[in-house]
T-cell receptor, first 109, second 115 residues
Framework: GQNIDQPTEMTATEGAIVQINCTYQTSGFNGLFWYQQHAGEAPTFLSYNVLDGLEEKGRFSSFLSRSKGYSYLLLKELQMKDSASYLCAVISYGQNFVFGPGTRLSVLP | ETGVTQTPRHLVMGMTNKKSLKCEQHLGHNAMYWYKQSAKKPLELMFVYNFKEQTENNSVPSRFSPECPNSSHLFLHLHTLQPEDSALYLC??????????????FGSGTQLSVL
């Protein structure tokens, strides 16, 4: 089966950097996604990693290590609007997405 | 705006009611999904439709009945629900190519409360 783990909650200060970790166990790995979900809104796509390494997109970066079953989402120059839940999801060949429990990030002034 | 529209946004129903959730995608995708999101639990996949054919039913109770009349519309018919069915129900769509899934686009969800 598949198993995905993330911290439940994190708190950080405006302007700081925060790293949200995700560990997974799966067979036939075919990609890892990060989604952002504000309360009462749709999850929106942030990033996709299928090869090892760092993908940078503005203030957000995502890292993947397939051998370790590990990913992180790095948020720089935190803003109040970054307060949201961050969902890690893994997809395997011929399978549907499996989501982690999500990490609720609170950004404090 | 994600290109996936869900109605209603909020729904309160009694255990004996019958209601339907509606989802429409404007992205030209060939797959649509229903997910259930309960507090402090991962998103749970309920149903998958590829090219209007149901390809997955994750042991969902029969009081939930999906319908996919075409590749742009998806319904979830609800009847005799239980209080534990209260949750956010999310619709999503994606483009499936060569058996592999591209990223999901989600609607804003229907917040369902069963009294």
């Amino acid at each position: 089966g598949q198993n995905i783990d993330q911290p439940t909650e994190m708190t950080a200060t405006e302007g700081a950097i925060v790293q949200i970790n995700c560990t997974y166990q799966t067979s036939g790995f075919n990609g890892l996604f990060w989604y952002q979900q504000h309360a009462g809104e749709a999850p929106t796509f942030l990033s996709y990693n299928v090869l090892d390494g760092l993908e940078e997109k503005g203030r957000f970066s995502s890292f993947l290590s397939r051998s370790k079953g590990y990913s992180y989402l790095l948020l720089k120059e935190l803003q109040m609007k970054d307060s949201a839940s961050y969902l890690c999801a893994v997809i395997s060949y011929g399978q549907n997405f499996v989501f982690g429990p999500g990490t609720r990030l609170s950004v404090l002034p | 705006e994600t290109g996936v529209t869900q109605t209603p946004r909020h729904l309160v129903m009694g255990m004996t009611n019958k209601k339907s959730l509606k989802c429409e995608q404007h992205l030209g995708h060939n797959a649509m999904y229903w997910y259930k999101q309960s507090a402090k639990k991962p998103l749970e996949l309920m149903f998958v439709y590829n090219f209007k054919e149901q390809t997955e039913n994750n042991s969902v109770p029969s009081r939930f009945s999906p319908e996919c009349p075409n590749s742009s519309h998806l319904f979830l018919h609800l009847h005799t629900l239980q209080p534990e069915d209260s949750a956010l129900y999310l619709c999503a769509s994606s483009q499936v190519a060569r058996g592999d899934n591209e990223k999901l686009f989600f609607g804003s969800g229907t917040q369902l409360s069963v009294l």
